[in-house]
């Protein structure tokens, strides 16, 4: 579960495993072992993860299906604006049931 969620995190980041290994001062090979789900994580690596992605670590380890935004630098309005836009997404989805 984990592995899918790197994998799909660091190529929503357009990260290579080699990028995502640099960023971490680790191989290429740990990052590929983790999507692969031949190792997890190191917890140290979970929260650097969670940091370098702004998502909650929960998020992570597949415990909260749930992404986080991260709002610091924003004004009420544009936090508004995002809810807005967040809100219209949920009911298209469910249009679509």
Request: proline share 1%.
């Amino acid at each position: 579960m984990i592995g899918e969620k790197i994998r799909e995190l660091r190529e929503r980041n357009k990260l290579t495993q080699n990028d995502l290994a640099r960023l971490l001062n680790i191989t290429r090979s740990s990052v590929n072992a983790w999507e692969s789900g031949l190792s997890v994580p190191s917890t140290q690596y979970v929260v650097e993860l969670a940091r370098i992605w702004k998502v909650s670590t929960d998020y992570l380890l597949g415990l909260n299906d749930t992404a986080t935004i991260s709002v610091t630098g924003l004004d009420t309005i544009e936090v508004g604006l995002l809810v807005e836009t967040a809100n219209k997404f949920r009911e298209n989805r469910e249009k679509e049931m």
